[in-house]
């Protein structure tokens, strides 16, 4: 018989009928399973040989999984299970969180966002991931069911290294909740790559901003960065300057030159640390400068 | 005379889109078995010893083949230095060595592909390393490490031309422009993967369904290689995903028919198949020859260049493959289709352990086009003279003389062909010559993006150059009483997407005055058709025009001569060529010619160093165009291939070890990357050989497009970039940002 699926070894699919079932099973066959949602970084991996798990446990409708909702005082909460282009597509999203529906709309192609998952995305924890410095910055927190209950976790402390983060054997990311962001925030995602569609970021530059009074410069930046360093990356030195000084070019460029210098990318085929570095440069001062002019329109 | 002209519908084209048409990989017989490869993944190394009996011993293993068990272990096209298997016990000598990495060391015939695959990993193949040489220059050295030392030296294949004194020509110009040129890998990325099944049919051929370029050829390879006579090997061409060139070597025939053959004499007969992943395709077959192309040029302040010197350098990677054709083009090529009086050209292809270079879209010109159209545009902007206009001052002409000291064959319409896509482009003819578009580089709106046009253009040949026995058959058969009710074509030539069937179909109907729905295609079996030459050199419609309708006129004859059926069998054979004179390079070389003029408009973002292409404009004479949406659909993808090569595709080996094995390492354009339209211009002055006065067309568009691309990029940038890929960070390297920045 032809394999249907060449590369791809065998694997058993598990659907667990419960939380607490699907966890049991992960906790227990700890290192050859994992859950899955979109799979669809989990498949390639397993056909590169990268990841050998005997089972896959598939955690797509289990309780609060399966549920994307909006609301006003709270914000907004995507369950695990639910595809990037469900998220892209409501109108509260695209109104509230307009930097989450841009970046989404980076990621890979559109036949891939009807199965990729943004929790899917976070918890991959690729320092390339597309969507995670916009969830980032939006103060994601991710609902975590483990053996102890359900915790949260907040994303800004989430990432430990490429593909680790603070989830052990057991634990079930069942949704992310994104509170409902400053009035009048603007945002901007870049990603640079080789193609237009399809390539994972060279760099990714995600910056947010709105005006704040309590803040010498009078407005708050956020900047996240993708694929310079082990994990998703915040400029903190960056932001600080941009809450304290007169927001103009100068200013603009001082920080992108912080940005540049507070990562360490690598080298690989896609590109050079050196070429990385250079773009985290432009692209931050790029993201700073649009932003910046749209809030000064707005005002 | 309504169907030569018309884009009539495809003839493959309902079953394609309805899926219903069988690629080699789809194709099932009963009581089949598969088939694995174990490659040898290391570039240069002897094999000590292959333990087998581990992976024999799996159950639902048939067989394990290696070197031992092929009959005469060598093949190539031309010059059969590759072993089918590499190992000890070998029938040829050396070839107990692997010199890529896509050398094929065993073969494991299992029940299920996934026994094949696991039963392929528990083979022990013990290695002895040997030097690793991946750079061409260093092949070249005396004291090299040689791959192939039956063959004393690592140069395959060298040619000359000496036309004139170029030493001389040089005194007399006011301009000279020297440059040194490097251009790079390309894969072919055809949709298809390699695949097919090999079995023994009902007559006891050893039969190999598979896609290629040339079945006959296929067929010459297995059955030396099996030690068969000719008719005891049979290759069927379903239908073909791509080729470009690259099928036109061998990569799972011989093996599917060894296996096939073997088994049967085990008593064994079950058909046994194969289809290769993505990646054993990346490293499997051949890619484009990367040519390291130094360059000297000379010209009058008059513009008449005078004098041209070029030394390239292409490697060969490991095996021959058909580097001496294509080096044999790039040779004639690297002067551009231009007549200068003085030239001279040292050329050399050099085995190293790289990944085997060979046939790609092109064949060589595309190399020497780039290094020829940069020197040109050079040349111009240092005489301050137009690009277009300088070209028409040493373009050829009817009846112009060649580098190679001979005329080229008549219909030469480069002049044409060059003012039409100059005219589209928005060049102006001026009573002070050719001017060009006005576009502002720098929108002060945007400073860091930057605008720049550029022009190149190219001749290419149709059909085997330089001596190579160049023929192609055709049957045609007339059905009926009163009418003809049915007409059957039997030819061998290989529609590897191109559409090379359905012009088969409308030649035949045109000659015969039938309609489209009368034609019966009997194509591509070595068993009922006879031999068609290659899918290749642009040569399918131009040979296999000429020989269908030379077999339908002869049909037609016996028709009217109340012959019932009436049978035409023709076969074509173009006026002669001559190899290179090994002193002075004197031949004849090529019976046709194509002609193309491209221009690019981009917009280069300084800060990102990402590149657009915002217009592109071709024009090429096709001759006549047969089917014309065919052949808009060869310019467009012609030139979104050679916009890949140009711009994004970047195959990167290193210790000639590919790193870009991939289709998310190794990239090619996207819908999005592309321009959003190509602007094809379809010129048609009649070759006065072709058929209907066609020309061959599929490379042509491909030809020039690097260096329009490339001098549009010096437009918008002020620098003058003589390597691509353009990547991003060529761009920034170029412009001097990366350098600074990695001082911080
Ligand atoms: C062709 C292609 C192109 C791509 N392009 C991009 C791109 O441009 N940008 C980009 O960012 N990504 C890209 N990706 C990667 C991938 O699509 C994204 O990371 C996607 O968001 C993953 O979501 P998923 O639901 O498919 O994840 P899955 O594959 O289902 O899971 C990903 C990881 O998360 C873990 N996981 C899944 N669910 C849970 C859970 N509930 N709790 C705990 N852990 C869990 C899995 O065990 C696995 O380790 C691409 C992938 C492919 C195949």
Partial sequence: MQNPHPGLPEIEYIKPASLEEASKFLAAHAGEARPFLGGTDTFVRLRDGAWKDKYLVDVKGLDGTAQVSFDPEKGLTIGAGVAMNRVEAMPEVREHYPLLAEAIRTVASYQLRNRATIVGNICNASPAGDTIGACMLYGGVLKVFGADGVREEPLDTFFKGPGKTNLKPGDIALSLTLPLPPRGHVGRYIKVARNKLGDLAIVGVSVLAYPDATLASGYRFLIALASVAPVPLRVPAAEKVLAEKTIDEATIAEAAQIAMDSCSPIDDVRGSAQYRKLMVRNMTRRALTEVWQKLTQAA | ?744
């Avoid at chain 2, 395709?281 to 130094?294: D, E, F, T, V």
């Avoid at chain 2, 300084?606 to 006549?624: L, M, P, S, Y």
């Avoid at chain 2, 090569?645 to 790193?659: C, G, H, R, S, W």
């Fill in chain 2, 1 to 744: 005379m309504a169907i030569l002209g018309q884009s009539v519908q495809r003839v493959d084209a309902l079953g394609k889109v309805t899926g219903k048409t069988l690629y080699p990989g789809d194709l099932n017989f009963p009581n089949q078995v598969y088939m694995k490869v174990y490659f040898a993944r290391r570039p240069h190394a002897r094999i000590v010893s292959i333990d087998t009996s581990a992976a024999e011993q799996h159950p639902g293993v048939l067989a394990v083949f290696t070197a031992k068990d092929v009959p005469v272990n060598e093949y190539g096209l031309g010059i059969f230095d590759q072993p089918v298997l590499c190992g000890p016990g070998s029938s040829k000598p050396y070839a107990d060595r692997v010199r890529f990495v896509g050398d094929q060391v065993a073969l494991v015939v299992a029940e299920t592909e996934e026994i094949a695959t696991h039963a392929r990993d528990l083979i022990k193949v013990v290695y002895e390393d040997l030097p690793v040489v991946d750079d061409p220059l260093e092949a070249m050295q005396e004291n090299a490490t040689l791959l192939h030392p039956d063959r004393g030296s690592n140069i395959l294949t060298k040619y000359r031309i000496r036309k004139g004194d170029v030493e001389k020509a040089f005194s007399t110009a006011d301009v000279i422009v020297e440059g040194e040129y490097i251009t790079p890998v390309q894969e072919h990325v055809f949709l298809q993967p390699e695949a097919g099944v090999g079995l023994i049919d009902e007559e006891g051929r050893v039969t190999v369904y598979v896609a290629g370029q040339w079945a006959h050829k296929d067929q010459e390879q297995i059955a030396h290689a099996l030690g068969l006579p000719l008719e005891q090997v049979r290759v069927i061409y379903p239908a073909i995903g791509g080729a470009f060139g690259g099928r036109e070597d061998m990569s799972v025939q011989i093996i599917l028919a060894l296996a096939a053959w073997r088994l049967h004499q085990r008593g064994i007969d079950r058909p046994v198949k194969i289809v290769w992943s993505r990646e054993e395709s990346i490293i499997g077959h051949h890619k484009r020859h990367p040519y390291r192309i130094r360059t000297r040029w000379g010209a009058t302040k008059e513009g008449k260049i005078v004098a041209a010197e070029v030394e390239l350098i292409a490697d060969s990677g490991a095996y021959a493959y058909t580097s001496p054709k294509v080096l044999g083009n790039a040779t004639l090529m690297c002067t551009g289709p231009y007549e200068i009086p003085n030239v001279k050209v040292d050329s050399y292809a050099v085995y190293t352990n790289n990944i085997p270079n060979g046939a790609f879209r092109g064949f060589g010109g595309p190399q020497a086009a780039f290094a020829a159209e940069m020197q040109v545009n050079k040349l111009a902007e240092k005489l301050g003279m137009d690009p277009v206009e300088l070209r028409m001052r040493n373009i050829l002409r009817e009846g112009s003389v060649l580098s190679v000291g001979t005329p080229i064959p008549k219909g030469v319409s480069i002049e044409k062909v060059l003012a039409e896509c100059a005219l589209k482009a928005g060049w102006q003819k001026t009573e002070m010559g050719w001017k060009a578009p006005d576009i502002q580089s720098i929108d002060p709106k945007y400073p860091h993006l930057r605008r720049g046009i550029g022009i190149a253009c190219a001749f290419k040949n149709v059909g085997f150059s330089f001596g190579a026995p160049e023929q192609c058959w055709a049957t045609v058969e007339l059905i009926g009483k009163a009418e003809i009710e049915t007409v059957r074509v039997y030819h061998a030539g290989a529609d590897c997407g191109q559409g090379a069937h359905t012009v088969f179909a409308q030649i035949a109907a045109e000659t015969l005055g039938v309609p489209m729905e009368k034609i019966e295609l009997i194509v591509s079996d070595t068993a009922t058709t006879l031999n068609s030459g290659s899918a290749s050199a642009s040569r399918m419609t131009f040979m296999a025009g000429n020989a269908i309708k030379g077999a339908a006129e002869l049909a037609l004859e016996n028709w009217n001569n109340e012959e019932r059926p009436a049978k035409g069998t023709y076969q074509y054979r173009p006026p002669k060529t001559t190899p290179y004179d090994p002193e002075t390079g004197k031949s004849e070389p090529n019976f046709a010619y194509g002609y193309v003029a491209e221009a690019a408009e981009v917009l280069v973002d300084t800060e990102t160093g990402q590149i657009e292409v915002n217009r592109f404009v071709c024009a090429d004479d096709v001759g006549k165009a047969v089917n014309p949406q065919q052949v808009i659909g060869q310019i467009e993808g012609a030139v979104v291939q050679a916009l890949g090569y140009t711009l994004m595709e970047n195959f990167i080996q290193k210790d000639a070890v590919p790193l870009t094995t991939t289709l998310s390492t190794y990239l090619i354009p996207t819908i999005l990357d592309i321009p959003e339209k190509v602007e094809s211009i379809v010129v048609e002055q009649p070759d006065p050989i072709g058929p209907y006065g066609a020309r061959g067309m599929g490379e042509m568009p491909y030809m020039a497009v690097a260096p329009a691309v490339c001098t549009a990029v010096k437009m918008a940038t002020g620098v003058w970039i003589d390597e691509f890929p353009l990547t991003p960070e060529r761009i920034l390297d170029a412009l001097g940002e990366l350098e600074e920045e990695g001082e911080a």
